[in-house]
C-alpha cells in the first residue's frame, strides 16, 4: 500500500493513479476463452447475471479476465484451475 501511496504523491494535483487492472478487448477475451467472438457478442447480450461481465467505455467493450473466470467458476460452467 506504501507504494501506491507514494505514486500518488508523484503524480500532479488533480491526478487519479489508475489500478494495474488491465482491460481486455472482445478479440483478447475470444481468445483467451478459445470461443468465437460472435459467442462473446452473444453472451453479452444476455444482460446483467446471466451474460459475462464487461463494461463499456462508449461503443467498446471491455473485459476484467478475473471477473470472466469468476462469473463462470459461480455458474459452474466448467472451467477448473
Known amino acids: ?42 453472451r453479452t447480450q444476455l444482460g446483467p447475471g446471466v451474460g459475462i461481465p464487461f463494461v463499456k467505455f462508449g461503443k467498446y467493450l471491455r473485459f476484467d479476465a478475473d471477473e470472466v473466470i469468476e462469473f463462470f467458476k459461480s455458474k459452474g460452467m466448467g472451467y477448473h484451475d
Open 1 to 42: 500500500m506504501k507504494e501506491h501511496q507514494s505514486n500518488q504523491e508523484n503524480q500532479a494535483p488533480g491526478r487519479v493513479s489508475l489500478p494495474d487492472k488491465k482491460w481486455m478487448t472482445v478479440s483478447e477475451i475470444a481468445a483467451f476463452l478459445s470461443v468465437p467472438k460472435s459467442w462473446i457478442y452473444q
